[in-house]
């Protein structure tokens, strides 16, 4: 990206993102400084190391890894796509809502769930802070037990298609 404007842009985005991010991370510090480590169900490790901010009020994971033996699952960017003709909705949230479904679906084709997955990339068209704020809200709702995985956010002017607004990929773990 050499576009000085681009940089720029996501340079006050980061900083904003990570301003906002600092007034949570103050509420919630553990008494200790040591790496917080949690495990779900599926023994995936989730690392959110205490010297930096905790990145759990948005959604996502510094890092994820297993300690299984198994095999990695890579999935393909899924779109807001409603049906057999990936109709697609002009609504931001309602194209969240069905990429996060499709997701989940691919993922049930080999019986795993989102807490199976390690990390996702998410694409978002035109993005800003509501739209940010609507993409963490769906997040919350597909992970409930808010063991999210490693996570990238990136920025795009557009997707593969005119009407697409949202697109995530994953890598999950399947154990043997």
């Not at 989940?104 to 990390?119: A, F, G, H, I, R």
């Given at each position: 990206?050499?576009?000085?404007k681009?940089?720029?842009y996501?340079?006050?985005?980061i ?78 949230r309602?194209?969240?809502?069905f ?78």
């Amino acid at each position: 990206m050499n576009n000085p404007k681009s940089t720029l842009y996501l340079t006050k985005c980061i900083l904003t993102l990570s301003l906002f991010t600092l007034s949570f991370s103050s509420c919630k510090q553990n008494e200790d400084n040591h790496i917080k480590t949690q495990k779900n169900m599926s023994n995936i490790i989730h690392k959110n190391p205490k010297t930096i901010f905790d990145p759990t009020p948005f959604a996502f994971a510094h890092a994820t890894s297993t300690p299984d033996h198994g095999s990695y699952v890579f999935i393909s960017g899924q779109s807001g796509g409603e049906d057999l003709k990936h109709s697609l909705s002009k609504d931001f949230r309602t194209q969240v809502q069905f990429a996060l479904r499709n997701l989940e679906t691919v993922l049930k084709e080999y019986d795993l769930k989102p807490d199976d997955v390690l990390k996702i990339t998410v694409l978002i068209v035109d993005h800003n802070q509501e739209k940010l704020a609507i993409w963490t809200e769906e997040m919350h709702k597909t992970w409930k037990n808010n063991q999210f995985p490693a996570s990238t956010l990136i920025p795009v002017p557009r997707l593969a298609l005119d009407d697409m607004l949202v697109e995530v990929d994953a890598v999950a773990f399947m154990k043997n």
